[in-house]
């Protein structure tokens, strides 16, 4: 399903889940996850703890299509404290991570995840 938030993005984004391993870089913690959307410009990811926004970040991304995993600075832009209601009291923070040096293949790469699943939404 293609991801229908904030209009004024650069990018457009696709609901796509892969795994990602984000370390923030004065190295105090590192998280793997599942993104919950990605574009060309960054990625969505649910994180049980909030990072500051302009938080500097490396990111690891493993794409499901098997090929070597994408890796990229990134900088926390936006975080929004949501909770589970199956669990009382526990927190998550989605959280918006722009990549900031990835490289221009990288980039077509993933343009073209995010180009085949709007296609395959709009059953073009």
């Known amino acids: 399903m293609v991801w ?3 209009d004024r ?5 696709a609901n796509y889940k ?3 391993t984000i370390r923030r870089k004065d190295g105090i913690q590192t998280f793997t996850t599942q993104t919950e959307n990605i574009g060309a410009g960054g990625i ?3 994180l049980p703890e909030r990072l500051d926004i302009f938080s500097n970040t490396d990111l690891i ?7 070597p995993p994408l890796k990229s600075a990134g900088s926390v832009v936006w975080t929004v ?3 589970d209601p199956k669990k009382a009291k526990v927190n998550y923070y989605d959280t918006g991570i722009e990549f900031v040096d990835l490289t221009k293949q990288q980039a077509e790469l993933i343009e073209k995840i995010v180009k ?6 709009n059953g073009k």
Do not use: Q
Request: hydrophobic fraction near 45%; glycine fraction near 10%; charged fraction near 25%.
């Open 4 to 6: 229908n938030g904030m």
């Open 9 to 13: 993005r650069k990018f457009p984004r």
């Open 18 to 20: 892969c795994f990602v």
């Open 44 to 46: 969505c990811v649910i």
């Open 61 to 67: 991304i493993t794409l499901i299509d098997g090929g």
């Open 81 to 83: 404290k949501s909770s």
């Open 116 to 121: 085949d699943l709007i296609a395959l939404e």
